[in-house]
């Protein structure tokens, strides 16, 4: 099993960026994929989740800017984050979530900053 985190980067105040999660080893139709994240200084935070049934949903903070989707041929889990702010900086992570256990990607960086 492999999460590989890509997309994330340097982007201004307002602005977007769209994380991809591609996965091997496992469908990502079969089970729930989530994307957390952790701020400079701070605990890990959930986001999101996407289930196996394609239902989503979303941490408080960024309700309404991000969106969780996937592409059942590409295998991969997108993030897509609009109206950023300052506070969104972190490193973001997915997640697949198996009965007993948790796979994670390495993580990509997001800072907003002007």
């Known amino acids: 099993v492999q999460l590989v985190e890509s997309g994330g980067g340097l982007v201004q105040p307002g602005g977007s960026l769209s994380l991809s999660c591609a996965a091997s080893?496992?469908?990502?139709?079969?089970?729930?994929i989530s994307w957390f994240r952790r701020a400079p200084g701070k605990g890990r935070e959930w986001v999101t989740t996407m289930t196996n049934t394609g239902s989503t949903v979303y941490a408080d903070p960024v309700k309404g800017r991000f969106t969780i989707s996937r592409d059942n041929a590409k295998n991969t889990v997108y993030l897509q984050m609009n109206n950023l702010k300052p506070e969104d900086t972190a490193v973001y992570y997915c997640?697949?979530?198996?009965?007993?256990?948790?796979?994670w990607g390495q993580g990509t960086q997001v800072t907003v900053s002007s």
């Open positions: 997640r697949v979530n198996f009965v007993t256990t948790y796979y």
């Open positions: 080893g496992f469908t990502v139709t079969t089970y729930a």
